[in-house]
């Protein structure tokens, strides 16, 4: 398994592109991308699980009732949710999208991202897509065109063997900017030249996506948009894996692997986030019980705020922990926090320990930051990333409709 | 029922005071206050749900198994929560007040506030208990020596009649500081002189707390050192309340209006907060779902951060909805925001209407806002409370242990 570049476009037979509709008003950035495959791909996907779903979200799972897709054209700026027109929008952007392409409208995947409540401006995307340069080496210029308070594009990708052909997956996504899967849009966007089945692509990406871009800081409640899409074209030239065996699970540590990249820098670039925060659990009962301590931990404002002042404040991850509803021994527990500068640890079974303060501050001011928890208790583990709360964040949140 | 001063020495009886122990370090405020009744009390109490309990809460526990108590004593600078020392410390503090009251150990509650993790220093607290001056105008000293980033003191006061006696009802609390019952420390002192039996007044209590204090911002959970805690001396004169009778009633509706008052100023003097945000739930298929959808909405970041910025982004309402676990149909949800200033409907059916930018602007930079839900699904509501998220929230919160 080898990191390469390329993202989305990494696999073979994969073009992107993109163009400047003009749906982010006053800005100069592109915010209409389309990904494309040179043949007919195996398509799987997950979508959010809130209870107010956006128009694209609709028709992408109609157009993937077949399991088979070939692209997808995506826009930021505005969210098609809630909105005026949004299932006749979603619609026509599909169209057009199939129309530049000359593919049918239904092999087409649609996503948006931006402001809810407001009507697409579906009429500018018809009027641009046609100016979009797909290219092999497009990921790049989609990576930007998709951000939304993103700083930063977040792409990554692998190689590796099955069957002995070379195989490629890769991606790119756009933060949640609020880096809270259950606020703000989480999308992500993978490729493969890897032949899979789509039931076999399906289970690995959703087993992937519950250990990835859902361990981003909050409780796998997601927002009206969020979408992760792979597809599979097969051009490796591999034999489909069809069933979960060695080359399943080769695939699959590839697939995970790509994931836990993009959700890193998801969690990393959360809305004026200063740094990556990593929780750690292990020693739990069970899975379900160390994904649940870890993400009450980082997704509590308390211990959040403590982490941008460089606070050793583990009062509040224990407390993050209590109140998490996870079964765990508040007396077992050893908390310690760790970085490049060192490692310091600061409750002990329990109980505090005098640490030193000067150390730990030095910790804490690095950029990632592990904050590692052992509950003696069982065999279980498990890993969520979430970032610091800071005044950016409220500034931007603050006033970003308007 | 009549709107009444005294806070927690409003009902007959009751005295209160404070002094300084030097457990805040570098502050010149109290710290510690005791809070007696003249006779045995009647006593119940609500503690957090918190799966780590700090030392006082099982002190107090243990103290109230008869269902009886006389007095109060809590300091503010140290939860003595995962200290050294927890529980003996607890219950030397107990018996210091025990000793200076001329009254049994087993009578007194003990409450704690403050950092977590660092052991008590409870000989401060036997060496200055003495000093305390009892009155029965104590109660804005007792308010004063128990807050920790509380801004205002917090207190509220009822007459009422009951069998043709006058009653009084009243208390103090602190803020959790984070208005968050599941982050912050909530604590709250009841007194009443109204006669009622412990079973009688431990339902009252249970269920206005569920509609008070558990209404403030999130989901029920609560802190370390969370309790809610009232004594009732019986000095009115009434007969006293046995059963769920119209005397019942009445007490249990000025007992709630004083909690809702205290809860509200919680609310409003969370860390940071320049605003009251009120979320009342209309239309709901059940009370709990309403409850539900309102504190999902009073806890959202987004919501916080749009109502600092008066930002009527009511898309970020309707999420918090959708991400609340509780049913609802997205499609019939109508949205307002209110305040002095006037309302605007922003959302009408679950699609954004055309509203007056300008005056909503106006209605939401108010001190406090009322966001109003309807659901036209049943005939349940719940109104819950919180308050918006600010630069002096991250401040605060970023450096509060050093």
């Not at 157009?63 to 098609?80: C, F, K, T, Y």
């Not at 990708?157 to 756009?174: D, M």
């Not at 959360?270 to 925060?277: D, F, P, R, V």
Request: hydrophobic share 40%.
């Amino acid at each position: 398994m080898k990191i390469i570049s390329g993202g989305v476009c990494a696999a073979k037979g994969f073009q992107a592109g993109a163009v400047r509709c003009g749906i982010k008003p006053g800005r100069e950035a592109d915010d209409l991308a389309i990904l494309v495959s040179d043949c007919e791909c195996n398509a799987a996907a997950t979508y959010t699980r809130n209870r107010v779903k956006a128009a694209p979200i609709y028709v992408t799972m109609e157009h993937l009732e077949d399991g088979v897709a070939r692209a997808v054209v995506v826009n930021s700026g505005n969210a098609n949710a809630c909105a005026p027109d949004g299932m006749d929008n979603a619609r026509r952007q599909a169209k057009a999208a199939a129309g530049v392409l000359g593919i049918e409208e239904n092999s087409v995947i649609v996503a948006s991202t931006g402001v809810i409540g407001q009507r697409l401006p579906v009429e500018c995307i018809e009027d641009k897509i046609g100016q979009i340069q797909l290219s092999y080496n497009g990921s790049d210029a989609a990576a930007q065109a998709i951000m939304t308070t993103d700083t930063k594009r977040k792409s990554a990708a692998i190689e590796f063997v099955v069957g002995g052909k070379t195989c490629h997956i890769g991606g790119i996504c756009k933060g949640s900017g609020m880096i809270h899967p259950n606020m703000g849009t989480m999308l992500a966007f993978l490729t493969t030249d890897c032949a899979i089945t789509q039931e076999m692509l399906q289970d690995a990406l959703s087993e992937s996506v519950r250990r990835s871009y859902n361990c981003v800081s909050v409780d796998g409640d997601t927002s009206t948009n969020d979408m992760c899409v792979i597809l599979a074209n097969g051009m490796a030239g591999n034999e489909q894996i069809e069933w979960q065996n060695e080359d399943y699970e080769i695939f699959y540590r590839a697939l995970h692997e790509v994931n836990v990249r993009l959700a890193r820098q998801i969690a990393a670039d959360g809305e004026g986030a200063t740094k990556l925060i990593t929780c750690e659990v292990n020693g739990a009962r069970s899975e379900e019980a160390a994904e649940r301590l870890a993400k009450s931990v980082c997704s509590s404002n308390l211990v959040k705020a403590a982490m941008f002042g460089a606070d050793a404040n583990w009062g509040r991850v224990l407390c993050a922990m209590g109140y998490s509803k996870a079964p765990f021994r508040p007396e077992y527990v050893t908390i310690g926090f760790s970085s490049q500068a060192g490692k310091v640890v600061v409750c002990d079974h329990g109980q505090g320990l005098d640490f030193d303060e000067e150390l730990a501050k030095k910790v804490l001011l690095e950029s990632e930051v592990v904050i590692t928890i052992d509950l003696y208790e069982g065999e279980s583990s498990a890993t969520c990333w979430g970032c610091d709360l800071t005044y950016d964040y409220v500034k931007i949140n603050g006033d970003y409709r308007t």
